[in-house]
C-alpha cells in the first residue's frame, strides 16, 4: 500500500513530523471541540425553536414576497446571535456589502463614524472615503476618525473613552478579525470591555461589530456582550462551506429596518428579495457550521504549531486562544511566501493544475497572491492563503470544510516552499 506522502508528493520528514506535532495537540483541540458542541447545541435549539420543515427549503422568483424560507432563516440568526432581529440574504455580494449596508444606513451628513481597532480592512476604505471614491460616506458629507490599538494589539481603552467625552459619535467600528494586520483577533473579552467602557460615558451610541471570520470561534457572539449590531459573509463561517452567497446583519430591530431599506429601498425593505432555491443551502450551511468552523480552527492550529516548529514566525500562535479562523505566517522572504501559497493551490480540490501569481487585485494598495481552489469562488471558509506582496511578506491563510484535507493540503505547501516538491 502506498504512503500518503508518496501519492500526494509530500516530503517525508515534513509528514513524519507532522504526525508528531499533532499528537502534542491533543489538549488544545479537546477546548476546540467543546466550543463547537456548546454552538452546535446553540444552532439546533434555533432550528427547534423556529419548527424548520422541508417546506422552507422552497424557490422564490421575481419580488420575493412571503418567501417563508427567508423568513425562517431570519429568525433563526436572530435567535442564533441573541437580537431582536436579522436580514440575512442572497442579495449581499460579500461581508464588505454588509458592512457598507450598515455604515450607510445609520450614518447621515454631519454625524461621525469612529473605528476604535484601528484602519479597517482595505476594501472599506473607498466605503469609508479613506480612497477616494465619489460615493464614499465623507463625499456624503460623514465625518471619520479612527483609534489605534495598543502596541501588544489590544484595544486603547483610555483613549477611546477620552475622545468620546470630547466628540459626539454616532457610529463606532469594531473589527473582529486582524484583516492584514499581525495582531491577534478581538476575543469577546477585549469586545466586551470596549462595550462596557463606552456605555458609561454614552449609552445611545450605536456600536457595530464586522463580525466577518469569527463565528462560532467563541461560545458568544459579539450581540451577545452588549454590541448593537453585526454583520459577515454567508461564504464565511456561518455558511459552513454550503452557502454560494449571501451575507447576514443581525441587530436591533430599528437598525435592521434601516439596514434592509438600504439594500433594497426606502418603503420596500425586508419585503422583498427572492431566494432563488438557495433557502436549503443556507439553513443546512449554517446547521453544519460549528463543524466546519471547528475544522478550521484545528486546522489552523495544527498549521501554526507546524510552521512554528519549522522555525517561523506565526501569529497566533498554537495555544493563544482564538477569536477568529485566520492563521498568519511570516516569511520575511518573497520567494517561499509565494511557493506556499502556491502549494496550498495545488493541494486545492478545485483548478488545483492553476498556478497563482501575484496581480493588481481591485480594492487593494498592493498586488495580491491568492490561492482559493475552493467550490464556491471566494469562500474562505474553504481553506484559502493569500497576502499582499510587500515585506515582510506574510501569508494570511483559513478555512478547512475538512480538517484531514486542510493537514495533507499544508503539509504539501511546506514541502514545496522547502524543498521544492
Not at 449581499?92 to 484601528?118: C, D, R
Not at 446547521?287 to 495544527?302: E, M, W
Not at 487593494?364 to 474553504?382: K, N
Amino acid at each position: 500500500m502506498e504512503n500518503i506522502y508518496n501519492i500526494l508528493n509530500i516530503n517525508k520528514d515534513i509528514f513524519e513530523k507532522s504526525k508528531i506535532i499533532e499528537e502534542q495537540l491533543d489538549n488544545i483541540y479537546k477546548k476546540i471541540e467543546d466550543i463547537s458542541m456548546f454552538n452546535q447545541a446553540k444552532v439546533m435549539k434555533a432550528f427547534k425553536e423556529c419548527k424548520v420543515s422541508t417546506t422552507h427549503f422552497g424557490k422564490t422568483t421575481g419580488y420575493g414576497y412571503d418567501d417563508i424560507g427567508r423568513e425562517v432563516i431570519e429568525s433563526i440568526y436572530a435567535k442564533v446571535f441573541k437580537t431582536e432581529d436579522s436580514l440575512v440574504r442572497i442579495q449581499f455580494v460579500n461581508g464588505t456589502h454588509t458592512i457598507s449596508t450598515v455604515l450607510q444606513a445609520l450614518l447621515n451628513s454631519g454625524e461621525k463614524l469612529l473605528a476604535v481597532t484601528g484602519r479597517p480592512y482595505d476594501t472599506l476604505c473607498e466605503v469609508i472615503g479613506i480612497t477616494e471614491n465619489p460615493l464614499s460616506l465623507i463625499n456624503k458629507g460623514v465625518k471619520y476618525d479612527e483609534i489605534d490599538l495598543k502596541e501588544d494589539g489590544k484595544p486603547d481603552i483610555k483613549s477611546i473613552c477620552s475622545y468620546l467625552e470630547n466628540n459626539k459619535v454616532k457610529l463606532i467600528h469594531i473589527q473582529r478579525s486582524r484583516g492584514y494586520s499581525l495582531r491577534n483577533a478581538l476575543t469577546i473579552s477585549d469586545i466586551e470591555n470596549i462595550v462596557k467602557n463606552i456605555r458609561l460615558i454614552n449609552k445611545d451610541v450605536v456600536i457595530m461589530v464586522d463580525n466577518c471570520y469569527g463565528e462560532f470561534t467563541e461560545k458568544l457572539e459579539p450581540t451577545e456582550v452588549g454590541v448593537d449590531i453585526v454583520c459577515g459573509s454567508l461564504i464565511k463561517n456561518p455558511g459552513g462551506g454550503l452557502c454560494e452567497i449571501g451575507g447576514y446583519i443581525a441587530g436591533r430591530h430599528d437598525l435592521i429596518d434601516l439596514c434592509a431599506q438600504t439594500l433594497t429601498c426606502p418603503g420596500i425593505g425586508k419585503e422583498c428579495g427572492a431566494t432563488l432555491g438557495q433557502n436549503r443551502n443556507i439553513l443546512q450551511g449554517l446547521f453544519i457550521a460549528p463543524a466546519i468552523v471547528k475544522n478550521a480552527l484545528k486546522s489552523a492550529i495544527f498549521s501554526s504549531a507546524l510552521l512554528e516548529d519549522l522555525g517561523f514566525e506565526v501569529y497566533p500562535k498554537k495555544d493563544d486562544i482564538r477569536s477568529d479562523i485566520v492563521q498568519v505566517i511570516k516569511f520575511n522572504d518573497k520567494s517561499k511566501l509565494i511557493k506556499f501559497i502556491q502549494g496550498i493551490q495545488e493541494a486545492s480540490p478545485v483548478d488545483s493544475h492553476v498556478v497563482p501569481y501575484p496581480w493588481n487585485m481591485p480594492g487593494y494598495d498592493s498586488q495580491v497572491i491568492m490561492a482559493a481552489g475552493t467550490f464556491i469562488d471566494g469562500a474562505s471558509i474553504e481553506l484559502s492563503a493569500d497576502s499582499p506582496i510587500k515585506e515582510p511578506y506574510v501569508a494570511y491563510m483559513q478555512g478547512a470544510l475538512t480538517y484531514e484535507s486542510a493537514k495533507i493540503a499544508i503539509c504539501i505547501a511546506i514541502s514545496k516552499m522547502m524543498y521544492g516538491e
